[in-house]
């Protein structure tokens, strides 16, 4: 996220292997435009490690720095969202509430046309299960405290594995998609602002067993980062897809990572990405072999559908 000039980038980090023995959040942030990053710092712990936190998303609102984090029992059994903002006298990540239960952030928290505020992700029906349904969570306008409401995007019953989901908000349209088993990108779209869904339904974009995230450039241009088919890893090949100003369908793609990095000495796996626009450049944070957290910057004029 970008907020007051400075860019800040998450991650959850465990000691040996994924939400095993501790899950804190921590970060670090960059003043000059990601070139260079500030020493890691925490955002949230649990010292006696009886609650594991992932995973985190930012939103800058109104001057300040919020962060909502999953709170989880165990490996993927979420109990609630907990707020934390950025206390700037301190500079220190103050705890301020919960907001949802039983629902796990995938994306940032975007502005809709009724003034409320949609956060994509998954969740689970009671506790002690894991969040099988894809989902969306909605605030009551800018009071972030308040509860939020979580909306399944899928019937009762109707799980997946891992469906991650992401978002485009297009004036009354919202347009979600989410990862399944079935090698390509599901879709529902919700006309109402996110109250009711179309049932999921199966895209010809073909797509990796992997998290996406989906955004709209200042031109006009919507985009999706996925992991595309056809390497030796899974999620060795990282790609952006766009469309045209205005339109709906992805005409064009470029791939972002391929394969083993020498120069980074990380990879083949590139995946999980989170994407920004700050100053006429797309910022793209991923995850590699789960060890790494790698940032790629694109210039958006490098990115036109034409």
């Known amino acids: 996220v ?13 000691p040996e292997r994924e939400i095993v023995d501790a899950s804190l959040i921590r970060g670090r942030r960059s003043r000059d435009g990601g070139i260079t990053w500030s020493d890691v710092e925490t955002i949230a712990e649990d010292v006696e490690r009886k609650i594991f936190y992932v995973p985190n998303v930012f939103l ?10 999953l709170r989880m029992t165990g490996h993927d059994l ?34 809709m046309s009724d003034g409320n505020l949609v956060m994509a992700g998954r969740m689970a029906d009671r506790r002690g299960e894991k969040p099988l349904r894809p989902a969306v ?30 978002l485009l908000v297009d004036r009354r349209t919202l347009t979600a998609f989410f990862r399944s088993r079935r090698k390509v990108v ?6 109402d602002r996110g109250r009711t869904w179309t049932a999921p339904a199966e895209t010809n974009f073909p797509v990796v067993y992997a998290k996406m995230f989906a955004g709209t450039l200042s031109t006009g241009q919507h985009y999706l980062l996925s992991n595309t088919p056809g390497r030796a890893h899974s999620r060795g090949l990282l790609t952006i897809a766009v469309t045209r100003p205005g339109e709906a ?12 990095a020498a120069d980074l000495k990380a990879g083949p796996e590139w995946s999980y990405p989170s994407a920004i626009e700050h100053k006429g450049k797309l910022f793209v944070v991923y995850t590699s072999e789960k060890h790494h957290c790698a ?12």
């Not at 940032?295 to 034409?306: K, Q, R, T, Y």
């Open 60 to 69: 800058s609102h109104k001057r300040t720095l919020w962060t909502f984090v």
């Open 2 to 14: 970008e907020h007051r000039g400075v860019l800040f980038a998450a991650w959850y980090n465990c």
């Open 137 to 166: 969570a909605i605030s009551q306008g800018d009071q972030l405290l308040r509860p939020w409401k979580t909306v399944p995007l899928s019937a009762p019953g109707q799980t997946y594995g891992c469906p991650e989901t992401t």
């Open 295 to 306: 940032l790629s910057v694109i210039p958006i004029e490098s990115i036109g559908a034409e």
């Open 186 to 191: 599901l879709m529902s779209t919700s006309t």
């Open 249 to 260: 369908v992805f005409s064009r793609m470029w791939k972002l990572r391929d394969g083993y």
């Open 78 to 111: 979420p109990t609630q969202v907990e707020a934390f903002a950025l206390d700037e006298a301190t500079n220190r990540w103050e705890p301020k509430g919960f907001i949802a239960e039983l629902f796990l952030p995938n994306c940032t928290p975007m502005r």
